[in-house]
């Protein structure tokens, strides 16, 4: 979701990559929308319902971490 969400609004062409006002910010809520969808896609099929808060977490963090990351490697 968070790569079509990026393709969508043409945030993939070269020119997006050096131009590095509003990375964050866009990264940031970009990944809260996918994050949100996806986590409310599985409670509402009943697939993470075992999953602890913990986890979400974790999970949460780990994923914005690595999406600065590799933007900023980029």
Known sequence: MFVILNAARH???VSNYFD???????????WNTAFVAAAAFGFMMKAIEESS????LLLYFLGL???YACRATL
Request: avoid cysteine; charge should be positive; hydrophobic fraction near 45%.
């Open 11 to 13: 945030l993939y062409s």
């Open 20 to 30: 590095l006002s509003g990375h964050a910010r866009r990264t940031f809520v970009q």
């Open 53 to 56: 808060r913990g986890t979400f």
């Open 65 to 67: 971490f690595a999406l």
